[in-house]
């Protein structure tokens, strides 16, 4: 397309090369993220993901020799070659990925005679893959690549033979490894190889599709319908440190507030101030800890949003002070469409400031959704952004603690919105095609920035459809799953994930939204809940009930053992969202981010990191009572029994219902508080720390748990030094909140400590 190489001009850190029919562009980053740009439909198009310049002083060369332009930054070796081929190398000069250079293989498996007929009987028989796209990237595959990340896709934690489109998708279907795309379009993936690690980021918010050696084993690919070739090539030495430079770019998760971190309970069928009060009574009667009570759509005045039920829901404010004298918070569910309804405030104001989105005759659009007719805010202009984001004060005077943000792929009842309806980015005039995938974070951006305003405390957004960088604004929950085993085992492989594309605080449906639950999914779900980012129990309208005391004495039990222990760990959660802030690592890890050299980490689905030191590893199927556990190198200590087991082996483990197999490292500290029933009952005035055998030290960080007081320097953060025997040194490292009252140490040794 390009053709042969000609010239090239280097301006600060861009290195512009001319070809015979055009330009190309390189931007070292920094010294191991590359931006590789080919600008297809106009020079530049604002990133999303991306606020603010990224670029870092590096020390750099370029030399061209005939046919190839070399560029070198201290980690990094690039060749660029004729028709914009690029390869990338480490600066020793071992490949890492580099680009395919003949034409993909397309083998037609079917006629299109055929597949018409048998899309006809409702076979899916229509690949999605096309012979080119306007937008390409063909890149050559060794033999070896392992690919993880991709967001929220289902399936497996290693991709590698699978094929998925980022189209923002709601099919409210039980999902299966079929599905091609879900909520989320995050075009991010890491590739690990014997030699190497690195990440792609393709900064496109068309329909795009990636196929990871599923077309042919000799490449892995992507295609965008649309846009710039925009894409950036993230090194790092290590996998984790490639998480590390692609949340560099992308923005990582911001410290929530304490109580987000405790459990939640939520149920789209909630439809009374009594159903409401019923639940919140039931834990505090049943003892379970319990933060949060979210309110689906049934609290709104006819689907309208920010509006209030006051005949189901009482007078707006009443049940949320209420509420809150028992110590709960609460989250109020908002959709983006606003009910076409002449005459109600917020539908009149978006029509007065022209912020809703035409079609393509000009006419403001309208489609169905809860509401009826419903018409769409246009996020992706600033000044609705602020009038969308001035609304959440509407809830916030209510008493709302969060904002819950559903349907914003965006969903409509009458199919999709077409491609040509017009939205802006900015000033720009674009269509529904390039902003779609864009939408749920432009709204939960507006969301998020309103809270921001609106009061002095770390805003708590939780959406649905996200892109590449949401993470900043908001929290995630990984949609209508049902409560099946399946979706029980796909939940820990799509956390994983999530969080290491940048999705640190990410949760699933505990029991499972569509479909009934039995006691025993119950169990076993709630056990991979609590050691969720995102911990949050909730369910369908017409489903069987959820809560922890729907089932049996043993099912109630089993809740409440496990949500204690989230309860107990809230210090150690608490203290990786504050490393997760830092340096964009995830809380839930899959095994091989901190053992990519160990093979039997690679396809790892069943087990977990929760950071580095502790290991989870649930049982995900009806009726087993055993567990095969791997464990990496080192020695593990049961987290609940203290006996220790050597790594780098397989463990058929016992595991009745009322167990899920932990294991902390040696070496390890674990922060600990007393059970509360919900974060705020009592200050924590104690800190208990579990000393596992071995040498080992532990940084925790302990703030307000509320607003950005930390960010001026109101926060402590204490150093912990175990000698191995027991015995722990304290050092201070920041001083600037109020210190615990005690510090107590647990040493574990092998015995029953819980
Ligand atoms: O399914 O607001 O994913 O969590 O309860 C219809 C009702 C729309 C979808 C969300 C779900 C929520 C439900 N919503």
């Avoid at 805003?459 to 649905?464: D, E, S, Y």
Wanted: with cysteine; aromatic share 14%.
């Amino acid at each position: 397309m390009t053709g042969k190489l000609i010239s090239y001009e280097v301006n600060d850190s861009d290195i512009t090369i001319i070809f015979e029919y055009g330009k190309g562009c390189i931007r070292v980053v920094k010294e191991d993220i590359i931006r590789v740009l080919c600008p297809l439909e106009m020079q530049e198009i604002p990133s999303k993901a991306i606020e603010g310049d990224k670029r870092q002083k590096t020390e750099f060369t370029v030399e061209m020799e005939e046919t190839v332009l070399t560029l070198r930054t201290p980690a990094l070796l690039v060749k660029i070659y004729d028709e914009f081929f690029v390869d990338f190398y480490t600066a020793d000069g071992s490949m890492l990925c580099s680009d395919y250079r003949e034409k993909r293989v397309l083998i037609p498996r079917i006629s299109e005679r055929m597949k018409k007929l048998m899309q006809g009987e409702g076979h899916n028989a229509a690949m999605l893959m096309k012979e080119s796209y306007p937008v390409q990237v063909v890149k050559k595959m060794d033999g070896d690549e392992k690919f993880y990340g991709l967001g929220d896709k289902p399936g497996f934690l290693n991709k590698r033979g699978y094929d998925f489109e980022n189209w923002n998708t709601s099919d409210p279907h039980a999902q299966t490894e079929a599905f091609k795309a879900l909520y989320k379009s995050i075009p991010f993936f890491i590739t690990l190889k014997e030699k190497g690690v690195y990440g792609l980021f393709f900064d496109n918010s068309y329909k795009s599709y990636v196929d990871f050696g599923r077309e042919n084993s000799s490449y892995f690919f992507y295609g965008a319908e649309g846009g710039n070739l925009d894409y950036y090539f993230i090194g790092g030495k290590k996998m984790t440190e490639v998480v590390a430079n692609y949340t560099y770019l992308t923005g990582t998760t911001p410290l929530p507030q304490l109580w987000t971190l405790g459990y939640h309970q939520s149920r789209f069928g909630y439809e009374s101030a009594e159903d409401i009060r019923e639940v919140a009574e039931n834990f505090r009667k049943y003892q379970v800890p319990c933060n949060v009570i979210h309110f689906d759509i049934d609290y709104m005045d006819g689907f309208r949003v920010f509006t209030w039920n006051a005949e189901n829901f009482e007078k707006p404010g009443a049940l949320t002070s209420e509420l809150e004298k028992k110590g709960y918070r609460t989250v109020t569910i908002v959709d983006p469409g606003v009910k076409f309804d002449p005459g109600y405030s917020v539908y009149d104001e978006g029509i007065a400031g022209d912020f809703f989105v035409r079609d393509a005759n000009g006419d403001v659009y309208i489609n169905t959704v809860w509401s009826g007719e419903t018409v769409f805010p246009d996020y992706g202009r600033q000044k609705v952004r602020d009038w969308w984001g001035e609304k959440q004060k509407y809830l916030v005077d209510i008493g709302t603690d969060g904002i819950w943000n559903d349907m914003n792929e965006p969903r409509s009842f009458r199919s999709d919105l077409p491609d040509d309806v017009q939205f802006y980015d900015g000033d720009r005039k674009t269509n529904h095609a390039e902003m779609h995938n864009v939408y749920g974070h432009l709204m939960s951006k507006a969301s998020y920035e309103g809270l921001m305003r609106a009061e002095e405390k770390r805003p708590f957004v939780i959406t649905r459809a996200c892109y590449a960088g949401t993470q900043k604004y908001a929290t995630v929950w990984t949609g209508d799953n049902h409560s099946l085993w399946a979706h029980l085992q796909m939940a820990v492989p799509q956390l994983l994930n999530l969080g290491i594309s940048g999705f640190s605080f990410a949760g699933t449906d505990v029991g499972g939204f569509g479909s009934d639950c039995t006691p025993e999914l119950l169990c076993r779900w709630v056990q991979v809940g609590a050691f969720s980012p995102l911990f949050r129990n909730h369910s369908s309208k017409g489903t069987i009930r959820q809560e922890p005391w729907q089932f049996d004495e043993e099912t109630l039990a089993i809740n409440k053992k496990f949500i204690e222990l989230r309860y107990r760990l809230l210090p150690y959660f608490y203290d990786l969202c504050h490393e997760c802030e830092e340096t964009g690592l995830p809380i839930m890890r899959p095994v091989v981010l901190h053992y990519e050299d160990d093979r039997e980490t690679w396809n790892l689905n069943g087990e977990f990191l929760v950071g580095e030191h502790m290991l989870v590893a649930p049982v995900l199927e009806q009726g087993a009572v055993k567990k095969t556990v791997y464990l990496p190198a080192g020695v593990w200590y049961d987290f609940f029994t203290g006996k220790p087991y050597e790594g780098r082996q397989y463990y058929l483990l016992d595991a009745p219902l009322d167990t899920c197999p932990v294991f902390v490292k040696e070496g390890s500290i674990i922060p600990t508080y007393e059970v509360l029933q919900y974060v705020g009952e009592r200050p924590y005035d104690t800190l208990k720390l579990l000393i596992f055998p071995g040498e080992g030290c532990y940084v925790h960080y302990q703030d307000n748990g509320i607003d950005f007081a930390y960010r001026k320097g109101e926060y402590n953060l204490y150093e912990f030094r175990s000698d191995g025997t027991g015995t722990v040194r304290t050092e201070m490292l920041h001083e600037g909140y109020r210190t615990y009252k005690a510090v107590e140490t647990i040493a574990i040794t092998e015995q029953d400590i819980l």
